[in-house]
C-alpha cells in the first residue's frame, strides 16, 4: 500500500507534457510550473502574512511522509501554531479553491473517517479552516495533498 501511494506520487509529480494539459485531472493535475518557482511564490507570500516559525512548512513538499514528518515536528517544537495552518495554506493555495484537484487525489475518500472535512484545508480562503479537532489529525497526516494542489493549480509565474 506504501508503495503504491508513493509511486502515484513519483508519476504525478513529473510535469504535464503540455501546458493546456497540467493542472487538470487528465494529467493528475501535474504541476504547470517548476517547483523552485512555485516554492518562491509560497515563500513570499508566508514571509508577509505567516510567523517566522511556520516558514519552513512554506515550501511544496509533496512527498506523504516528508510532509508529514515536517508539520509535526514544526508543531511539536511550538515554533508555528495551528491556528496558523490557515495562513500557510492559504499562501500554498494561492487564494484558489483546489478542491476538485484534492478530490480526485482522494482526500474527501471515504476510507478516510472523516468525511469531506479535509477538503476545506483546499480552500482555505472560501471554506475556511476554523477550529482544529481530533478530527483533523487525518487531514493534517494527508498535509501533502493541499499542497500538491496548490502547486498544481499555478499556472503561470
Known sequence: MILIIFLFFVSTISFASGK????????DYA????KNKADRLFQNCCKMYAPEGCLPLCEYI????????L?????KSKKCSL???STVLFCASQNQD???CCEH????????GVGKRCLRFCDPSGEGIG????SDLTCIYNFNIPLYCGMANIKEY
Open 98 to 100: 483546489n478542491r476538485k
Open 131 to 134: 477550529a482544529l479537532s481530533k
Open 83 to 85: 491556528k496558523h495552518l
Open 31 to 34: 504541476p504547470c510550473i517548476e
Open 71 to 75: 508539520i509535526i515536528d514544526i508543531l
Open 105 to 112: 487525489l482522494k482526500l474527501g475518500d471515504p476510507a478516510l
Open 62 to 69: 509533496t512527498d506523504e511522509f516528508t510532509s508529514r514528518s
Open 20 to 27: 493546456s494539459e497540467c493542472g487538470t485531472p487528465e494529467s
